[in-house]
């Protein structure tokens, strides 16, 4: 099977086409990566030479037209992801997120070509934190920021592309991924990664915030459990019961670190902060059959936290840059 995987220089795209060429070795891999601040070919070490890699941009539709094309399925990653960023400057989120998922569905209309929506369960805004409710697939769109807005417009570009066009496409909803090579501006490596420099983590408001982690392999075995066994035209939410308030996460790795579990400070908090989310997954489990093999949350953050210990070559030339554009808008308030 040929599959065009966009950003799979990214986080969650890299560890996709790690997992793929691991478990599915027939699989014939092209990477479509504008390799922007988030993206690093050395996130694909070791597998370079398996697969073809294609600096460019998502939102450029000849150069997609021409890469859909020689595909059987496409796995669409790319994004701008990061909330504080679209904060401060939303137009990259707006063209990334919306004009290149629509140059692939115009592509994939074209040629008849077998498409997975990767997104968030953002787009369905926040929970209260003593609500006994989950976001289901039923959950209306609600979303709060400039990034998880763009998200929710590119799904309902899918779903549009769907009904109007009959494209063969399917949507995944997912809750916080952790994993090795993750941006070191994301909450949990940039306190991993503070914590190896001899910087406290720091922590956002209160930190009563919850979200709903899972270890991105988990993730990723969903995704692909979706594109061999999903119903074509449907959405599916991905979490693994992974609830944890932030405060939490910060004195885990801490403690993990060997370090006080209460040396970290409080910053100023992000505008907007969601209060939580939290996915139901029974459509997926029941339905498709899929179940986390991760196992606790505790575990996977060692073994997360070994990644980062073991690999600073990976992201030492990105944190000097993150930590400068977080001093430009983060004070701290309390200790
Ligand atoms: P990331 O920021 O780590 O990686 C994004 C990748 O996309 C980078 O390699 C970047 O270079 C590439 N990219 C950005 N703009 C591009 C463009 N215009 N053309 C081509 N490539 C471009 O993001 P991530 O955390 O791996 O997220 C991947 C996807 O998963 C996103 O769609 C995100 O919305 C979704 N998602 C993320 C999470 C999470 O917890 N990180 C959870 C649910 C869903
Ligand atoms: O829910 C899925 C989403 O998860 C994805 O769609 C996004 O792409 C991904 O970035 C993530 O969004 P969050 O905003 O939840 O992730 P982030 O890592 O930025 O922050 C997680 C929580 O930690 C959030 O409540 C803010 C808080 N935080 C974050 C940072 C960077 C801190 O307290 N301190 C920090 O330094």
């Not at 796995?75 to 692939?104: K, W």
Request: contains cysteine; negative net charge.
């Amino acid at each position: 099977m040929k599959v065009l995987v966009t950003g799979g220089a990214g986080f969650i795209g890299s560890n996709f086409v790690h997992l793929t060429l691991a478990t599915r070795p027939d699989a014939e891999i092209t990477v479509l990566d504008k390799l922007t601040y988030a993206g690093s070919l050395a996130s694909l070490d070791g597998v370079l030479d398996r697969v073809r890699f294609v600096e460019g941009d998502v939102a450029d539709p000849e150069l997609v037209d021409g890469l859909v094309a020689g595909a059987d399925l496409v796995v669409h990653f790319a994004a701008e992801s990061h909330n504080d960023n679209s904060l401060d400057d939303p137009a990259p989120f707006v063209r990334t997120n919306l004009l290149g998922t629509f140059a692939l569905l115009e592509a994939v209309r074209r040629h008849d070509v077998r498409y997975h929506h990767i997104s968030t369960d953002e787009v369905y805004g926040d929970l209260e934190l003593d609500d006994p409710k989950k976001f289901t697939e039923d959950t209306p769109y609600n979303p709060s920021s400039p990034y998880s807005s763009t998200k929710a417009g590119s799904d309902l570009l899918v779903r549009a592309w769907v009904r109007s066009f009959g494209i063969r496409a399917t949507i995944s909803n997912c809750s916080n991924n952790y994993g090795p090579r993750q941006h070191v501006e994301k909450f949990i490596p940039r306190q991993i990664t503070n914590v190896i420099d001899g910087v406290r983590p720091k922590l956002y408001g209160a930190g009563l915030n919850v979200r709903d982690w899972i270890h991105v392999d988990d993730h990723n075995e969903a995704v692909w459990t979706i594109v061999e066994q999903g119903r074509i035209g449907e959405t599916y939410l991905i979490g693994a019961d992974g609830e944890v308030d932030n405060l939490t996460v910060v004195r885990l790795v801490l403690e993990l670190m060997g370090q006080d579990p209460d040396a970290f400070d409080h910053v100023t908090d992000r505008a907007g902060h969601d209060l939580r989310y939290a996915i139901e997954a029974g459509r997926l489990r029941t339905e498709l059959g899929w179940t986390p093999r991760y196992g606790t949350f505790r575990d996977g953050l060692a073994a997360t936290i070994e990644w980062y210990r073991e690999n600073e070559a990976w992201w030492r030339p990105m944190k000097e840059a993150t930590e400068a554009r977080y001093a430009r808008t983060q004070q701290v308030l309390a200790r």
